[in-house]
């Protein structure tokens, strides 16, 4: 069973679009993440969420806006898509902040 | 620069070897933990070790975390081709809201058969 499940796991689609990428997990966990991981890997956290509220904004442009339903879905949806967008993209969950994170396999965002 | 950071960028080592890398940061930690991402594939929690902690095993990797030097080091013994991957050290700080680890950029390890 897979622990953490991010969807789609590609996405090619052109500037200008809307699109969403959806998370679940299924670890019972308390809190959510995004992270954008860029052509050189480096990892960067743009959203944390615990128990369905936000606690990490990190100055992500607003064109960025995540949802959460409920504790065990985070979803990401990206207004009007630029070229700088592609990129994968990780959804994680831990019990509680600073505890390991489990990873998504990640979504390849690439925009033509 | 990142908060963590790792040294060295790539690692090319035989299989039975070992393979060392590190990570400095710059603040105080809560907790130091390593990471390690196979191609195409999302992150895998390795080992966490608390800031009062200095050494820490599991299994054929061994953690070291040296907080007046701000830094710790991964070392993986008698390498296989299965840990031909990248490796990130997080470092999580102490924070009255919002804490969040912050990702080094990774040691890119190839183990040749």
């Known amino acids: 069973d897979t622990a953490v499940s991010q969807t789609p796991k590609y996405l090619v689609t052109q500037m200008g679009n809307d699109k969403s990428i959806k998370c679940e997990q299924n670890?019972?966990?308390?809190?959510m993440y995004w992270y954008k991981q860029d052509s050189k890997k480096f990892l960067k956290i743009m959203f944390s969420y615990n128990n369905k509220e936000l606690i990490i904004n990190e100055t992500v442009p607003n064109r960025f806006s995540p949802k959460s339903p409920d504790k065990a879905h985070l979803n990401l949806h990206i207004n009007s898509l630029e070229l700088g967008d592609s990129a994968v993209y990780f959804c994680?969950?831990?019990?509680?902040?600073?505890?390991?994170?489990?990873f998504g396999d990640g979504t390849r965002l690439s925009i033509l | 620069s990142q908060q963590g950071e790792e040294d060295p960028q790539a690692l090319s080592i035989q299989e039975g070897e070992n393979a060392t890398m590190n990570c400095s940061y710059k603040?105080?930690?809560?907790?130091l933990q390593w990471y390690r991402q196979n191609s195409g594939r999302g992150l895998v929690h390795l080992i966490l070790?608390?800031?009062?902690?200095r050494e820490k095993h599991s299994g054929r990797l061994r953690v070291t975390l040296d907080t007046s030097k701000k830094s710790s080091s991964l070392l993986i013994t008698a390498s296989r081709a299965a840990d031909t991957a990248s490796y990130f050290c997080?470092?999580?700080?102490?924070?009255?809201?919002?804490?969040?680890?912050?990702f080094g950029g990774g040691t890119r390890v190839l183990v040749k058969p």
């Open positions: 997080a470092t999580a700080k102490i924070k009255a809201a919002g804490n969040k680890l912050t």
């Open positions: 070790i608390r800031s009062n902690e």
């Open positions: 670890l019972g966990h308390d809190t």
């Open positions: 603040t105080s930690i809560n907790n």
């Open positions: 994680a969950s831990s019990y509680k902040e600073n505890q390991p994170q489990h």
